[in-house]
């Protein structure tokens, strides 16, 4: 039980700090723009930390199943701490972009940003890695689909028909899903594998004396994270806000900080399967927490605007949607032979860059 404490202690300082936050809020608020502002960094913080304590265990419930379930719990951890988050910041003080503009940013992290980056350390150091290219092509037709339906189409919809568009959007997001993780599981779930050639290695004295994984611990600590930080994104939304208030930081710095706060995880998990020379783990984790983002988070968001009577503004901006375009080509070349290297991994880094550098300037 101590053991299993001292490795929780992420997880317990961000119960500690979740605790602290409630009644320090009144305060926090009421003491200047500055202490407003170092709380939201210092509450992002411990978000971070909480939310790597909920992918390590997604992880190890990923390492019992296997892929192509592995991957899938990865994703949908990522994805429902990136929901609950936006969720409360939303019911805080609603802004009619940042649902967009946070999927938009997840998509561009996603695959620009963690796919470029895993794609160009792990070519540096293997040259040519290979994968499954049937994953990628599904992962790329499927993310095109779903954000040219909810995200590009809604820009030619009459305001007056936006419920009924809305409830379309539902349903499609719903029924695509459905017949993808059906795909996934079912009869088609070599398309998200690889064999790769098993190396031998001694083996260590501590792993004759490593802990097994409990099943129910890790489900029960990934559910009591995910409440810690809706806990501390409650207070964290309403300090960031304050805190950025009047600085002339662009918009998007929201959606940027919630999609990082929902990838941190993935990043290192992507990071040491390409540099362990495991590129389909890449690009499962970095095409499918995509897919996740704007799939699943879409319902959600979509339904919490057709009960509050709030619409938002889901259609992207032109300099969005061309930046989106511009990542599915460039990633549909990229990954269409079943190897990537660090030219291609490159690409995608310069997309990350120029999203970054676009975001600075406010567009």
């Known amino acids: 039980m101590l053991t299993s404490l001292k490795q929780e202690k992420f997880m317990l300082l961000a119960l500690i700090a979740a605790i602290a936050a409630y009644p320090l809020e009144h305060w926090m608020l009421h003491s200047g723009q500055l ?19 909920v992918a390590h265990h997604a992880e190890q419930l990923a390492e019992k199943v296997g892929d192509p379930y592995g991957t899938m719990i990865l994703t949908l951890a990522a994805v429902l701490v990136e929901v609950v988050i936006l969720a409360i910041m939303m019911s805080n003080e609603p802004s009619p972009t940042l649902v967009r503009d946070t999927i938009y940013s997840a998509v561009m992290l996603d695959i620009n940003g963690i796919l470029g980056l895993a794609a160009l350390m792990g070519g540096i150091k293997h040259g040519e890695q290979s994968y499954n290219d049937d994953s990628a092509r599904t992962y790329s037709v499927m993310i095109l689909t779903a954000m040219g339906v909810s995200m590009v189409v809604p820009e030619f919809i009459p305001e007056a028909d936006w419920k009924i568009y809305s409830a379309f959007t539902i349903g499609a997001m719903v029924v695509l899903y459905t017949l993808f993780l ?3 599981v079912g009869p088609h779930s070599y398309f998200f594998s690889y064999s790769y050639p098993e190396k031998r290695r001694k083996k260590q004295p501590e792993d004759e004396h490593a802990p097994s994984v409990s099943l129910t611990f890790s489900i029960a600590t990934l559910v009591f994270g995910v409440i810690v930080i809706g806990a501390l994104a409650e207070v964290m939304s309403k300090t960031l806000d304050l805190g950025l208030e009047g600085t002339g930081a662009p918009p998007v710095i929201t959606a940027i900080v ?8 993935e990043i290192l998990t992507a990071l040491r399967a390409a540099l362990a020379n495991r590129m389909q783990s890449v690009v499962n984790i970095a095409l499918g927490a995509s897919l996740s983002t704007v799939i699943l988070t879409v319902p959600v968001m979509e339904a919490m605007a057709l009960y509050t009577g709030q619409p938002f503004q889901m259609a992207m901006t032109p300099v969005q949607t061309v930046m989106v375009f511009i990542t599915l080509i460039v990633s549909a070349i990229n990954l269409n032979d079943g190897e990537t290297n660090a030219i291609e ?6 997309l990350f860059a120029t999203f970054i550098m676009l975001s600075l300037l406010g567009l």
């Not at 170092?38 to 909480?50: N, R």
């Open 345 to 350: 991994g490159m690409t995608h880094f310069v």
């Open 258 to 265: 919630v999609a990082a706060i929902s990838a941190a995880p």
């Open 182 to 184: 059906r795909m996934q």
């Open 35 to 53: 202490v407003a502002l170092l709380a939201g960094f210092a509450l992002i913080a411990f978000i971070v930390m909480a939310s790597m304590r």
